[in-house]
C-alpha cells in the first residue's frame, strides 16, 4: 500500500522529485512494452474520462461513487502521485484505487483537511501499465448529489504523437 504525505509536511525540492520519479517510472513502464520514442505529460481531466478542462467530477448521495473506470490502450501508462481537493467544502472522505480487481490504494482524505493545503503526495507513485484496467472510486457525505473538486496528479507515457509529438 501507498501512504499519503499532506503537503505541507515536504519541502519544494521534495514535491518535484516525486512528480519526476512518477514521470519517470511511468516512462519506463512503457518503454517496455512498446517500439520508438516515448513521451511524457501531465496528466489531463480528458484522460481520466472527463469532458470539461477542470477536475470536477459528479458525486451521487452519500456513499461510493465509481470517478474513473477504464482500460488503458496499449501504448500509455499512467503514474498517479497525488490528489488535490480544491472544493470549498469538500465531500471526500476516502479514495479507492483499484488496478481491476486489486486494491492498490485506500487513502483516508479526511486527515488532509485540517492542513493549509488540501493536498497528498504518495510516497510512491500508483503506476498503470498498458491495457491495465484503472478504477478509481469516491466514498463521500454529499447526501445529495453534488460537483467536487478534486484534481488528480498524475504523468501520462504514451508513445510519441498520439497527443504530443516528440520535441527536436
Do not use: Q
Amino acid at each position: 500500500m501507498v501512504l499519503p504525505v499532506p503537503v505541507d509536511y515536504l519541502r519544494e525540492e521534495e514535491r518535484y522529485r516525486k512528480m519526476k520519479a512518477a514521470e519517470e517510472i511511468a516512462k519506463t513502464t512503457l518503454a517496455k512494452e512498446i517500439s520508438g520514442p516515448v513521451i511524457t505529460r501531465t496528466a489531463n481531466p480528458a484522460d481520466f474520462g472527463l469532458s470539461g478542462n477542470t477536475f470536477e467530477w459528479s458525486l451521487g448521495g452519500t456513499g461510493k461513487d465509481t470517478l474513473v473506470d477504464k482500460v488503458l490502450d496499449d501504448d500509455v501508462a499512467y503514474a498517479i502521485y497525488g490528489f488535490t481537493n480544491l472544493s470549498t467544502d469538500p465531500k471526500i472522505t476516502r479514495i479507492i484505487i483499484k488496478s481491476g480487481a486489486e486494491t492498490v490504494a485506500d487513502i483516508n482524505f479526511e486527515d488532509i483537511y485540517g492542513h493549509d493545503t488540501p493536498e497528498i503526495l504518495l510516497d510512491k507513485p500508483i503506476v498503470f501499465s498498458p491495457k491495465s484496467r484503472m478504477i478509481i472510486e469516491a466514498v463521500n457525505t454529499a447526501g445529495s448529489s453534488t460537483t467536487e473538486k478534486l484534481v488528480i496528479k498524475a504523468v501520462v507515457a504514451e508513445k510519441a504523437g498520439k497527443t504530443v509529438a516528440k520535441p527536436y
